[in-house]
Nanobody, 128 residues
Framework: QVQLVESGGGSVQSGGSLSLSCVAS????????MGWFRQAPGKEREGVAG???????IYADSVKDRFTISLDNARNAVDLQMNSLKSEDTAMYFC??????????????????????WGQGTQVTVSS
């Protein structure tokens, strides 16, 4: 059974940094792509960043130049470095992964519907 476990969430003041990590277990291979999503209370889940092993990376406009996503194939993990945090970054952060890839229709890495496996989430709270 595939499991994704996030860690690294917490509370930080505006302008601070946090580093999230998501480690996968139960999957014997390389995921086709992985991503980070977030969901604030009363809002829909939104894509934050996605990454493919070949290096294609997509960021949401709201986090560009502040967040960095990276894959660690040795750990079967995806990390998210978050700098210059703002109060509007406060949310539950989830990692996600997919074992499938459709070459004829490349995935929208920021769409939750493209992912098959999900973690339970880690809370990030940014105070102003």
């Amino acid at each position: 059974q595939v499991q994704l476990v996030e860690s690294g969430g917490g509370s930080v003041q505006s302008g601070g940094s946090l580093s999230l990590s998501c480690v996968a277990s139960g999957y014997f291979g390389t995921f086709q792509y992985m991503g980070w999503f977030r969901q604030a209370p009363g809002k829909e889940r939104e894509g934050v960043a996605g990454v493919e092993p070949d290096g294609r990376i997509i960021y949401a406009d709201s986090v560009k130049d502040r967040f960095t996503i990276s894959l660690d194939n040795a750990r079967n993990a995806v990390d998210l470095q978050m700098n210059s945090l703002k109060s509007e970054d406060t949310a539950m952060y989830f990692c996600a992964a997919s074992a499938l890839y459709n070459e004829a229709d490349p995935p929208d890495l920021l769409s939750q519907y493209e992912y098959h496996f999900w973690g339970q989430g880690t809370q990030v709270t940014v105070s102003s």
